[in-house]
Structure formats: structure tokens, C-alpha cells
């Protein structure tokens, strides 16, 4: 089992940053990958980023690219997420997941289905 608990969510206004946190417990020797995922209200939880343990290498949406940077500390079993140049249309409930498949292509963690473990949630709003 792993455990998955968010945090830094909150209110910003546009043009503003925020960072999230993502603190994994439990059996996470067996994690190949993190993602971050985001749903907004009255639209399905859509891909945000990506980080491959192995080699570092990320992955981004495109509306995110160039503005979100997702980070990982091994030792401290922690992702991050940098989101900065905020936008109204960012708001949602951001989701951190933990992925046990172990994938060659780090864009195959932009699917759920890649994932097995998945946090509560953090609320991030964006005030225009």
C-alpha cells in the first residue's frame, strides 16, 4: 500500500504561483512514477504532469507547459508541483498519483489507468 497526502493548495490570484506537495508512505520502493492530475468543477480529472523515477525525465500537458515544473526528492519520497503565470482556468481539485508499472515512454503516464494510488486532493483556486 501507499499512502499519498497533498498539500499548497489554495487561493492566488491570476499571474500568481503556488506549490504543491505530494508525501508518499508505505511501500514506496515499488513506485516507478508520480503525475500530477487536475479536475475542475462539471469536467472529467484530466492529465497535469509527470516525473519517471528512473531517469528524471517529466512529461506536460500542453496547457500547462512552460508555466507548471514537476519535481521530485527520492530520498524524501516527495513530487512537487510548481505552478506559476496562474490562469482562472487552472482552478480545480489537484490530484497527485503514484504509478507501480513501469513504462519505457513517459508519456504513457499521462493515462489514470498508469496509476494505482492516488491522493485525497488539493483545492487550487485562481481569482481573475
Known amino acids: 500500500q501507499v499512502q499519498l497526502v497533498e498539500s499548497g493548495g489554495g487561493l492566488v490570484q491570476a499571474g500568481g504561483s503556488l506549490r504543491l506537495s505530494c508525501a508518499a508512505s508505505?511501500?514506496?520502493?515499488?513506485?516507478?512514477?508520480m503525475g500530477w492530475f487536475r479536475q475542475a468543477p462539471g469536467k472529467e480529472r484530466e492529465f497535469v504532469a509527470a516525473?519517471?523515477?528512473?531517469?528524471?525525465?517529466?512529461y506536460y500537458a500542453d496547457s500547462v507547459k512552460g508555466r507548471f515544473t514537476i519535481s521530485g526528492d527520492k530520498d524524501k519520497h516527495t513530487v512537487y508541483l510548481q505552478m506559476n503565470s496562474l490562469k482562472p482556468e487552472d482552478t480545480a481539485v489537484y490530484y497527485c498519483?503514484?504509478?507501480?508499472?513501469?513504462?519505457?515512454?513517459?508519456?504513457?503516464?499521462?493515462?489514470?489507468?498508469?496509476?494505482?494510488?492516488w491522493g485525497q486532493g488539493t483545492q487550487v483556486t485562481v481569482s481573475s
Open positions: 516525473i519517471k523515477w528512473s531517469s528524471d525525465s517529466t
Open positions: 498519483a503514484a504509478s507501480i508499472l513501469s513504462y519505457s515512454r513517459i508519456y504513457a503516464y499521462s493515462r489514470e489507468t498508469a496509476y494505482f494510488y
Open positions: 508505505g511501500r514506496t520502493f515499488s513506485n516507478y512514477a
